[in-house]
Antibody
Framework: EVQLVESGGGLVQPGRSLKLSCVAS????????MNWIRQAPGKGLEWVAYISSGSSYIYYAETVKGRFTISRDNAKNTLYLQMTSLRSEDTALYYCARRDYRGLDYWGQGVMVTVSS | DIQMTQSPSSMSASLGDRVTITCRASQDIGNYLSWFQQKPGKSPRRMIY???NLAAGVPSRFSGSRSGSDYSLTISSLESEDMAIYYCLQSIQYPYTFGAGTKLELK
């Protein structure tokens, strides 16, 4: 069974940093590209970042480019999102999701990030 | 970036109704269109991929279709468990973009 479990969220002050993790199981993690998607409270879904299976290709949404860094450790089956210079508008539920040949198939349960003083 | 214009933003329907939600892509996305269902407090669940393919475990009352740059999700006979927010997603190129969502409620 495919499982994606996010962690690392919490309450953080504006301008500070936070690092999210997503541990994968039930599939060969190193064979799949991975994504972060977020959802602000009561709002829709926003794609945030993508990393290919071997980390060769990385893309970011314009709203986070230069502030967020996506990475992965295939030996640990773990995806990361390093978030710096956090803003109130980054407050959201952050999901990791696996990329298959037609988009996004499996999603984690999400981890909440709240940016507030 | 590719814009996905989803309509309606909300709708109410009765049990047994046929319901259709539409997304229009601002550029050619081929069949790289998925539909997701999200219930309160839950992660999105993929219902349709490749514009017309039913994801595993999804009831057959759900279907997807395409007409040019318009993509539709249809529920043939609405059931109470279908009340949710539905999103489309284009995955032909990054940045991936979602439609704004359609909230489906019971009339």
């Amino acid at each position: 069974e495919v499982q994606l479990v996010e962690s690392g969220g919490g309450l953080v002050q504006p301008g500070r940093s936070l690092k999210l993790s997503c541990v994968a199981s039930g599939f060969t993690f190193s064979n799949y590209g991975m994504n972060w998607i977020r959802q602000a409270p009561g709002k829709g879904l926003e794609w945030v970042a993508y990393i290919s299976s071997g980390s060769s290709y990385i893309y970011y949404a314009e709203t986070v480019k230069g502030r967020f860094t996506i990475s992965r450790d295939n030996a640990k089956n773990t995806l990361y999102l390093q978030m710096t210079s956090l803003r109130s508008e980054d407050t959201a539920l952050y999901y990791c999701a696996r990329r298959d040949y037609r988009g996004l198939d499996y999603w984690g349960q999400g981890v909440m990030v709240t940016v507030s003083s | 970036d590719i814009q996905m214009t989803q309509s309606p933003s909300s709708m109410s329907a009765s049990l047994g109704d046929r319901v259709t939600i539409t997304c229009r892509a601002s550029q050619d996305i081929g069949n790289y269109l998925s539909w997701f269902q999200q219930k309160p407090g839950k992660s999105p669940r993929r219902m349709i991929y490749g514009a017309t393919n039913l994801a595993a475990g999804v009831p057959s009352r759900f279907s997807g279709s395409r007409s040019g740059s318009d993509y539709s999700l249809t529920i043939s006979s609405l059931e109470s468990e279908d009340m949710a927010i539905y999103y489309c997603l284009q995955s032909i190129q990054y940045p991936y973009t979602f439609g704004a969502g359609t909230k489906l409620e019971l009339k």
